[in-house]
């Protein structure tokens, strides 16, 4: 039987539907369209839930990572480190702010940032800031980058897409007192039904600046703005998600655990056992010896109706706009093209992870 890589149907059942449906009707009679009680509400609640002062919902997670490098004094022209292995936006956001991305390279293991590499790269470079990217939902090693960039006058910016559910060592993502950035895109853990971002921080003094930037530059602040946004609908599908997202991610847990022992026995590569607890398992990346082998795996799994996705085919220096970018490239070049992620939501079954190991032990 198929085994689907995400299912919409099973994550928005009847009753959550007619929920949203009440609450869209709600919001067609109030006219209150954009930022409405419902963003409040969600970003109070968000906030409390991920152990930060402060959430700001925007339009879409590339712009909470745009508007907090310019809230952070990210200027045309200023270098900002990223990890070679990442989603698109990570970096396309550095661009569009006129900065400079420079490439942090990554662990061989888990694709997550390197801090020694980021030491490595700041002996060649002066970075203006820093984003380390929680990849897959893995948790980046935080207090290792504050440590090394402490002193340094470099800001240190999360890209936590992926990362709601993940815990760091200070909490849940967004707790570390940096810049948080979180995308609703509707494949996250956490999604609306269409666009919908958010930044998370302690920081009283960007508050009103993100404010301001948001929406057109109103306010005290004399800044040139934008429209970044969040409509009161997608707000009020986020906030009523608040109620079971918690189980969700936890049942996401319990699925990697059963994937792990699963699989350790196969030569497959599965993630260290100590991101059970502490990843958000936006995705359960497996990774092989080569490319090749990965993509014999894929076709393998795609006959048997499995879905699978390659993330990260390309590493960011893949890219033909970012092919001149400077930094550290070894690992995310060994790396990009080698993993394949599994069937990975909150509603698989067991017969489903038990077909989908057995069809990787097929493979062997
Ligand atoms: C999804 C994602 C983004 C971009 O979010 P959008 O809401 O699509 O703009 C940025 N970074 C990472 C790591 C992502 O996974």
Request: charged share 25%; with cysteine; glycine share 6%.
């Amino acid at each position: 039987m198929a085994v689907a890589f995400l299912d919409f149907e099973r994550l928005h059942q009847n009753e959550f539907q007619k929920q949203v449906i009440d609450r869209f009707t709600e919001i067609v009679k109030t006219n209150a369209f954009v930022e409405g009680k419902y963003n409040a509400m969600f970003e109070k609640e968000f906030a409390n839930m991920q152990n930060t002062k402060h959430c700001l919902l925007v339009a879409n997670g590339t712009d909470a990572l745009e508007i907090s490098l310019k809230v952070s004094g990210v200027q045309t022209g200023d270098k900002v480190g990223v990890p070679g292995i990442t989603f698109y936006a990570s970096a396309e956001a550095i661009v569009n702010v006129g900065a400079i991305p420079v490439l942090i390279d990554v662990d061989p293991l888990s694709g997550l940032i390197s801090p020694s590499s980021l030491k490595n790269v700041l002996e060649n470079h002066r970075l203006k800031a820093v984003m380390p990217v929680h990849i897959y939902g893995l948790p980046a090693p935080i207090g290792e980058i504050k440590h090394i960039v402490k002193d340094l006058d470099i800001a240190i910016i999360e890209d936590g897409a992926q990362a709601c559910g993940t815990i760091l060592d200070s909490g849940p993502c967004g707790s570390s007192g940096n810049l948080t950035t979180f995308s609703f895109y509707p494949t996250k853990n956490l999604a609306a039904f269409g666009d919908a971002g958010a930044i998370l921080t302690n920081d009283d003094s960007k508050v009103e600046m993100i404010k301001s930037i948001r929406n057109h530059g109103r306010g005290e602040h004399p800044i040139i703005g934008r429209n970044s946004r969040c409509d009161h609908l997608q707000a009020a599908v986020l906030h009523a998600k608040l109620e079971t997202i918690k189980n969700e991610n936890q049942k996401r847990k319990e699925i990697a655990k059963k994937y792990h022992e699963g699989l350790k026995n196969f030569p497959v590569h599965i993630l260290h056992d100590k991101f059970i607890e502490t990843s958000s398992w936006h995705l359960y990346p497996v990774r092989f010896n080569n490319k090749d082998e990965k993509q014999r795996m894929q076709q393998h799994l795609s006959q048997k109706e499995i879905g699978t996705a390659p993330f990260y085919d390309l590493a960011m220096h893949h890219f033909p706009a970012l092919m001149n970018c400077e930094g550290d490239k070894e690992f995310a070049q060994q790396f990009a093209g080698t993993v394949l992620c599994l069937p990975m939501h909150p509603h698989l079954e067991d017969r489903e992870i038990a077909e989908v190991i057995q069809a990787i032990k097929e493979f062997y």
